[in-house]
């Protein structure tokens, strides 16, 4: 009768000081058995220190660290440990890193009202598993050691569409590969340095888009050259004029790369005028993209093809750049696809970028050399979502995940559009567009494959080991060394993970190419392919960051460790014992003054046999007598010396104190009637 009254008592108490809740939940009759098991799971939870605590729609997650034994902790509410940055700091930081499209709690079906009791039982207890959908949900810097959470601080420099852009250019200070081989070739708008890096890339694209162009419509040329109505008059010159001009750039750019340029004369004009590049791009477009009649001879054809093979032993993406200069325009701040647009003319670019002056000032615009010959599937684009986990940054320690599944578009590939619906593969874009008729009809309608599904393509067409060769293989070193670039940036915290979703596509080779990469990937089940893989890789990720970290042995699932770095011990800091020892020297002679540190010490112009003698010459004879008035350099007289007695002279020896423990011993003489001795010290 008691323990009734007392539970009666304890639960009023719960629903009564308990946080209030958007939805109220009406708890059900709980007998003193039922309450009497909730507070021994309880109790025994919170001794082995597993209560956890979710933001998002992971139930994956949830279920699973129940079915181990966790109780969750509800985080309806802002609680301790929640971020306290500013808002505009955590834009600024990790916006965009995250392709997530539902932040809403689910509601789960709990009919006996259990697991509701227990979370209001565990709302004053420490939090030791943290999972969250948002970099800035939780506030790292105040968790306690043994607190473990799922996403890493400042891992912005790799998860944004900037910070990849902009750390990847420092890979060779970690590898020797070039980013250029796994990584289209990306530019900061916003950066005045870069734009004009930019304009440069585009127009020496241009010059080698038009040798594609024309080496890859010379069999078509000259079968034109037969049409009556074709005009002969000075097409065939201006032609010639533009190969003339491409195959220059081109030639410059080898040699710069060669550092030849350095030893070119300064009479010589490496580059063209402004007006020049204008005149030259309108004739490309004209050409190019509007398809005009051209007369072209063989002897420039072979000119084209021979300098083409000599830029395509330096310059990976030559095969991928097509011949059209298309261009990928994405705002760094948004994600899932928002705001992206391609485009193939300089003046479009530029004004895309220059029509938002808050993008500029943050430098949040990136343009991305598009891929303009991936591999297809059926005359249809598609990327690839690949899973990879990071558990330590130092020693750095990335699991990769065996599966993963392709996205296609609704529409066949083609460049004469350049609407999203054709060249953007996001599901959060292609899910509310209807599939082309036009379309090859063994495509889904969901618009997803796996990579089982792809493997059993690719083998129908004999390109069978193409996937375990080339595909996998450059994803992990793709992976890995975008990893490698940011690994001095991001917060190396202990007892951390988080899983990433970086995208790929292939190229005509099945050579991947690394487009970005995500936190917080969705894990919404869209389509029967992603209900099934998304479920899969979470349980996985507990598995590694759980199961694997009380047994070493313990299953990992699809996840195979790829990379395991060597850890690197960092001293603490004990300070430095500096000292200086000396003895004055013995004699009278005065050293003439010091010149005035203002100027500067004048060359000396002769010859090395000159030099030489000079440095063996003695020191002259200043003194003649003790009581003579001696001259110095700057034709001043000098006061005869007072004598000074020829004796030992005694050391003293002192300390100087210096920040950090650090100090100086001093060993410097003493001397009643010697000249003052001042002494600087400088901050360490």
Same mark, same amino acid.
């Given at each position: 009768?008691?323990?009734?009254?007392?539970?009666?008592?304890?639960?009023?108490?719960?629903?009564?000081?308990?946080?209030?809740?958007?939805?109220?939940?009406?708890?059900?009759?709980?007998?003193?058995?039922?309450?009497?098991?909730?507070?021994?799971?309880?109790?025994?939870?919170?001794?082995?220190?597993?209560?956890?605590?979710?933001?998002?729609?992971?139930?994956?997650?949830?279920?699973?660290?129940?079915?181990?034994?966790?109780?969750?902790?509800?985080?309806?509410?802002?609680?301790?440990?929640?971020?306290?940055?500013?808002?505009?700091?955590?834009?600024?930081?990790?916006?965009?890193?995250?392709?997530?499209?539902?932040?809403?709690?689910?509601?789960?079906?709990?009919?006996?009202?259990?697991?509701?009791?227990?979370?209001?039982?565990?709302?004053?207890?420490?939090?030791?598993?943290?999972?969250?959908?948002?970099?800035?949900?939780?506030?790292?810097?105040?968790?306690?050691?043994?607190?473990?959470?799922?996403?890493?601080?400042?891992?912005?420099?790799?998860?944004?569409?900037?910070?990849?852009?902009?750390?990847?250019?420092?890979?060779?200070?970690?590898?020797?590969?070039?980013?250029?081989?796994?990584?289209?070739?990306?530019?900061?708008?916003?950066?005045?340095?870069?734009?004009?890096?930019?304009?440069?890339?585009?127009?020496?694209?241009?010059?080698?888009?038009?040798?594609?162009?024309?080496?890859?419509?010379?069999?078509?040329?000259?079968?034109?050259?037969?049409?009556?109505?074709?005009?002969?008059?000075?097409?065939?010159?201006?032609?010639?004029?533009?190969?003339?001009?491409?195959?220059?750039?081109?030639?410059?750019?080898?040699?710069?790369?060669?550092?030849?340029?350095?030893?070119?004369?300064?009479?010589?004009?490496?580059?063209?005028?402004?007006?020049?590049?204008?005149?030259?791009?309108?004739?490309?477009?004209?050409?190019?993209?509007?398809?005009?009649?051209?007369?072209?001879?063989?002897?420039?054809?072979?000119?084209?093809?021979?300098?083409?093979?000599?830029?395509?032993?330096?310059?990976?993406?030559?095969?991928?750049?097509?011949?059209?200069?298309?261009?990928?325009?994405?705002?760094?701040?948004?994600?899932?696809?928002?705001?992206?647009?391609?485009?193939?003319?300089?003046?479009?670019?530029?004004?895309?970028?220059?029509?938002?002056?808050?993008?500029?000032?943050?430098?949040?615009?990136?343009?991305?050399?598009?891929?303009?010959?991936?591999?297809?599937?059926?005359?249809?684009?598609?990327?690839?979502?690949?899973?990879?986990?990071?558990?330590?940054?130092?020693?750095?320690?990335?699991?990769?995940?065996?599966?993963?599944y392709l996205r296609f578009s609704t529409q066949p590939y083609s460049l004469d559009t350049l609407d999203n619906s054709v060249h953007l593969c996001n599901n959060s874009i292609q899910k509310h567009l209807r599939p082309s008729h036009q379309r090859h009809p063994s495509i889904p309608e969901d618009n997803m494959w796996s990579a089982d599904q792809f493997i059993t393509f690719l083998s129908g067409r004999g390109y069978k080991t193409q996937w375990e060769n080339v595909?996998?293989?450059?994803?992990?070193?793709?992976?890995?060394?975008?990893?490698?670039?940011?690994?001095?940036?991001?917060?190396?915290?202990?007892?951390?993970?988080?899983?990433?979703?970086?995208?790929?596509?292939?190229?005509?080779?099945?050579?991947?190419?690394?487009?970005? *990469?995500?936190?917080? @990937?969705?894990?919404? =089940? /869209?389509? $029967? +392919?992603?209900?099934?893989?998304?479920?899969?890789?979470?349980?996985?990720?507990?598995?590694?960051?759980?199961?694997?970290?009380?047994?070493?042995?313990?299953?990992?699932?699809?996840?195979?460790?790829?990379?395991?770095?060597?850890?690197?011990?960092?001293?603490?800091?004990?300070?430095?014992?500096?000292?200086?020892?000396?003895?004055?020297?013995?004699?009278?002679?005065?050293?003439?003054?010091?010149?005035?540190?203002?100027?500067?010490?004048?060359?000396?112009?002769?010859?090395?046999?000159?030099?030489?003698?000079?440095?063996?010459?003695?020191?002259?004879?200043?003194?003649?007598?003790?009581?003579?008035?001696?001259?110095?350099?700057?034709?001043? *007289?000098?006061?005869? @010396?007072?004598?000074? =007695? /020829?004796? $030992? +002279?005694?050391?003293?020896?002192?300390?100087?104190?210096?920040?950090?423990?650090?100090?100086?011993?001093?060993?410097?003489?003493?001397?009643?009637?010697?000249?003052?001795?001042?002494?600087?010290?400088?901050?360490?």
């Open positions: 009768m008691v323990q009734q009254c007392q539970s009666q008592v304890e639960i009023k108490t719960l629903q009564t000081t308990s946080p209030p809740f958007r939805h109220a939940v009406r708890l059900p009759a709980l007998n003193s058995e039922r309450l009497k098991t909730a507070k021994a799971i309880v109790e025994k939870t919170v001794k082995l220190h597993k209560v956890f605590s979710i933001q998002g729609p992971y139930p994956v997650i949830r279920a699973s660290l129940r079915a181990r034994g966790w109780l969750e902790k509800r985080m309806c509410h802002p609680g301790l440990h929640m971020s306290s940055r500013p808002v505009k700091e955590a834009r600024l930081n990790d916006a965009g890193d995250s392709d997530g499209e539902d932040d809403d709690v689910n509601q789960e079906q709990d009919p006996a009202g259990l697991y509701n009791l227990m979370s209001r039982m565990v709302r004053n207890e420490m939090v030791y598993f943290y999972w969250t959908n948002k970099r800035d949900a939780i506030n790292t810097s105040i968790l306690q050691k043994e607190q473990m959470t799922n996403h890493f601080a400042k891992a912005g420099s790799f998860t944004t569409k900037v910070g990849l852009c902009v750390n990847l250019r420092s890979l060779h200070w970690f590898d020797s590969t070039d980013p250029d081989t796994f990584f289209p070739r990306c530019y900061r708008l916003g950066a005045r340095d870069e734009k004009h890096a930019f304009i440069e890339d585009y127009r020496r694209t241009a010059c080698t888009s038009l040798l594609k162009y024309i080496v890859e419509t010379a069999h078509n040329v000259q079968e034109e050259k037969k049409n009556e109505h074709m005009q002969k008059s000075s097409e065939p010159v201006m032609v010639s004029k533009m190969i003339g001009t491409a195959l220059k750039v081109c030639w410059d750019f080898l040699e710069s790369l060669e550092h030849a340029d350095i030893d070119a004369s300064s009479e010589t004009t490496p580059s063209l005028a402004k007006e020049e590049w204008g005149e030259f791009i309108n004739s490309y477009y004209l050409l190019v993209h509007a398809g005009a009649k051209i007369e072209i001879s063989n002897h420039l054809v072979r000119r084209c093809k021979s300098m083409l093979q000599r830029l395509a032993d330096v310059s990976p993406q030559l095969d991928t750049d097509g011949i059209h200069n298309i261009w990928i325009i994405k705002p760094g701040a948004k994600s899932r696809g928002r705001g992206i647009k391609c485009a193939k003319r300089l003046d479009q670019i530029l004004s895309l970028v220059d029509s938002d002056s808050a993008l500029i000032k943050e430098s949040k615009w990136v343009v991305q050399k598009y891929l303009e010959r991936p591999f297809l599937v059926e005359g249809t684009k598609f990327d690839v979502r690949q899973w990879f986990l990071v558990t330590d940054w130092n020693p750095l320690t990335v699991w990769f995940y065996k599966k993963c595909v996998v293989p450059g994803m992990k070193k793709s992976i890995i060394h975008a990893l490698q670039s940011a690994q001095d940036l991001v917060d190396s915290r202990k007892n951390t993970f988080e899983l990433y979703g970086a995208d790929f596509m292939l190229g005509g080779d099945f050579h991947p190419w690394l487009i970005e *990469i995500n936190a917080s @990937p969705t894990m919404a =089940p /869209s389509t $029967p +392919i992603t209900a099934r893989l998304c479920a899969a890789v979470q349980e996985d990720t507990l598995r590694v960051v759980l199961d694997r970290r009380a047994n070493k042995s313990a299953d990992t699932g699809d996840f195979e460790l790829i990379y395991h770095q060597a850890g690197v011990d960092i001293p603490q800091y004990v300070g430095v014992n500096l000292f200086i020892e000396g003895f004055r020297l013995n004699g009278t002679c005065l050293l003439p003054p010091l010149r005035p540190f203002k100027r500067s010490v004048p060359k000396y112009h002769g010859t090395k046999k000159e030099i030489a003698s000079e440095k063996v010459k003695s020191l002259p004879k200043v003194v003649k007598s003790a009581n003579t008035p001696v001259k110095n350099i700057s034709n001043r *007289i000098l006061p005869p @010396p007072v004598p000074q =007695p /020829s004796v $030992p +002279i005694p050391l003293e020896t002192f300390t100087l104190q210096l920040p950090k423990t650090a100090h100086i011993s001093v060993h410097l003489p003493v001397d009643a009637c010697s000249h003052s001795v001042s002494l600087w010290r400088r901050g360490l």
